[in-house]
């Protein structure tokens, strides 16, 4: 199992060349492209979540940290949200903590963060790397990183030294894409379709990829979404329909997301198998995975060996 999971990460890796490397605060990251830095800023600065009803980021922010044990954090905890995008996770964890690190390689998405969270005063925005966060090892009381790991050439050092970061003990929460374990043929199949075309897509000018991606949500996550809704509505398991998960999402995150899912040009995916093994051996311990959707959401504790 190990060394499959390792070998689909090289082929993965292996169509995003590490060229054009980024600068961050002077200093040039080895890992990461640019072209890919470049264009989840962009996707943060057209998706800042301003015309996102509070409810239906709430539910999806409920979705994501459904086992994130907040009654563990002590009074004043101090954390950091690894790939903060557009801040939108961030404005619902720091007013329940006392201190928020929000961390994002795009000089663009932190531009955003900081108008999102412009009512908190306990935030610190940090335009850093993954790899090589500037947080003192074993300082943090939790963790988390939406949605970012599998978009990093080097998934394993970015997820180790994050959990660096932690006290032994503290919570660590992801959210990784997973490879459609266990779904039928006929996903597998649009699957390897949606792939294709997300290597065409992703190559794109920025402004004819966010007009792809729109196109994509309007002709197949929208017509495909509410289909599962009438199903489900009438008695009927939607379960079944790709991409089932957005029956009670709005346009605009289909929108979002169809940007996201075919607009870059790295991404992986993981088995629930695969998840264990990646956040174990990063240092995590009790690793517990949510049984989604979305899949997988993972949270795993610093051990206590490694303070």
Request: proline letters at 5%.
């Amino acid at each position: 199992m190990h060394l499959r999971f390792l070998e689909g990460r090289r082929r993965e890796e292996n169509l995003t060349p590490r060229t054009d490397p980024v600068s961050l605060g002077g200093l040039e990251s080895p890992i990461l492209d640019r072209r890919v830095v470049d264009g989840f800023g962009a996707e943060w600065s057209r998706f800042t979540n301003e015309a996102l009803s509070e409810a239906e980021l709430c539910e999806m922010f409920d979705s994501y940290t459904e086992i994130f044990p907040w009654e563990d954090l002590p009074e004043g905890a101090e954390g950091f949200d690894a790939g903060c995008g557009s801040g939108r996770w961030a404005r619902f964890f720091a007013p329940r903590v006392g201190l928020l690190h929000c961390i994002d390689a795009s000089k663009a998405a932190l531009d955003v963060a900081r108008k999102t969270l412009a009512g908190q005063t306990n935030v610190e925005f940090r335009h850093e790397d993954l790899s090589s966060l500037g947080l003192t090892d074993g300082s943090c009381d939790f963790g988390y990183c939406l949605g970012v790991l599998h978009h990093i050439p080097d998934t394993e050092d970015a997820l180790a030294t994050c959990v660096a970061k932690l006290k032994p003990g503290a919570p660590f929460l992801v959210y990784l894409y997973y490879d459609l374990e266990g779904r039928g043929w006929l996903q597998r199949r649009l699957f390897d379709v949606a792939t294709v075309v997300r290597a065409v897509v992703a190559r794109l000018p920025s402004r004819a990829r966010a007009v792809a991606a729109d196109v994509l949500a309007a002709l197949v996550y929208w017509p495909l979404a509410r289909a599962a809704r009438l199903l489900e509505r009438i008695g009927r398991d939607p379960s079944f329909v790709p991409l089932f998960q957005y029956r009670h999402r709005s346009f605009y995150v289909m929108r979002n997301d169809s940007l996201d899912r075919f607009g870059t040009r790295l991404e992986k995916r993981y088995s629930r198998d695969e998840v264990r093994i990646l956040l174990e051996g990063a240092g995590l311990e009790k690793v517990e995975i949510a049984d989604g959707p979305p899949w997988w959401v993972a949270i795993g504790r610093r051990g206590q060996g490694n303070g």
